[in-house]
């Protein structure tokens, strides 16, 4: 194929002096320079004005005058000039939700797609929105990351309940203590060495009554402290507590959804042994292999 170029010569738009070039099409060219050398002036000022100045011109007179106005570059001549996709310097603007797939309109399209055939069905294509009561995780609001502690700040694994395993920070001693007092639990036993169902106990429990305990109720340790001290305004403890507990707060993947952002039942939703966060998370190539 014979190289086409695209010929500029005395371009003098904005600090521009005559300037002349012969820029290969269908290559990369890249310009380079310190800040104020005509960089912009020649991509975006010069070249990408006059070539959406030329396409705009095969419009009616109706449509041009609906459409951006792009006055003729201040160059001797242009030529060979084909459209232009001008990509910017701006920001893309969104919010904290936003993502490319978003941005693209491409995640709509998916959302389209398992809302039709995804099984088992989840809903319409709300249902597979992040930012959508509908689809979006409860525990993170759509967010795919949460305010937690992690567990070796809560709970010291090589020790028994007997020696002193419950470390959270922010509780009292008498809170602490319930987790032996309860009766639920070997306190010799060490933490290492507990049942998942043992350690769902200890950790997660939802509240339960148990009258021989203060205020006649057990909660997991981790229930606990998020209720305590996550779930709520931190600005609202007194300053001792806060110098206690904010130390250890960090900003992590939602436990529930895992980064995904959407609720269990659009995660439980498959074409294809895939699920939709599954599928957004893959570079194009990828996907459309699968």
């Known amino acids: 194929m014979v190289q086409e170029y695209i010929e500029i010569r005395g371009a003098r738009e904005n600090n ?20 104020g050398s005509g ?3 020649v991509v975006f000022d010069t070249i990408a004005n006059e070539a959406q100045r030329l396409l705009f011109e095969n419009f009616s007179l109706f449509i041009r005058n ?37 941005v693209t309109d491409n995640l709509p399209m998916l959302r ?4 039709r055939i995804g099984q088992p069905s ?7 929105s ?15 990351r949460a305010i937690g502690v992690p567990l070796d700040v809560l709970i010291d694994h090589t020790k028994s309940l007997n020696e002193g395993a419950v470390i959270a920070p922010g509780l009292t001693n008498m809170e602490r203590g319930i987790y032996a007092q309860s009766g639920f ?22 509240p339960r009554k148990h009258t021989g305990l203060p205020y006649n109720t057990y909660e997991g340790l981790v229930y606990k402290f998020n209720r305590k001290y996550v779930a709520r305004d931190i600005q609202t403890l007194s300053p001792r507590i806060r110098q206690q507990v904010e130390p250890f707060l960090q900003l992590g993947p939602c436990p529930l959804c895992k980064g995904a952002r959407l609720n269990q039942a659009a995660l439980n939703c498959k ?11 893959m570079e194009v190539e990828e996907l459309l292999a699968v």
């Open 16 to 35: 521009l002096k005559d300037v002349s070039l012969r820029l290969p099409k269908r290559k990369i060219t890249i310009f380079t320079g310190v800040s």
């Open 39 to 41: 960089k912009s002036s």
């Open 66 to 102: 609906l459409l951006p106005h792009y006055p003729q570059p201040d160059a001797d001549a242009m030529e060979n000039l084909s459209m232009a996709v001008l990509v910017d310097q701006k920001p893309l603007g969104g919010g904290s939700h936003s993502t490319v797939g978003t």
């Open 112 to 115: 389209l797609l398992f809302s």
């Open 122 to 128: 989840a809903g319409t294509a709300l249902a597979f």
């Open 130 to 144: 992040f930012t959508d009561p509908a689809g979006m995780c409860p525990e993170c609001n759509g967010q795919g």
């Open 185 to 206: 639990f070997d306190n010799d036993k060490k933490i290492t060495e507990y049942t998942p169902e043992e350690r769902d106990l200890l950790l997660s429990s939802e």
């Open 271 to 281: 074409i294809n042994g895939y699920n939709i966060a599954q599928l957004a998370a």
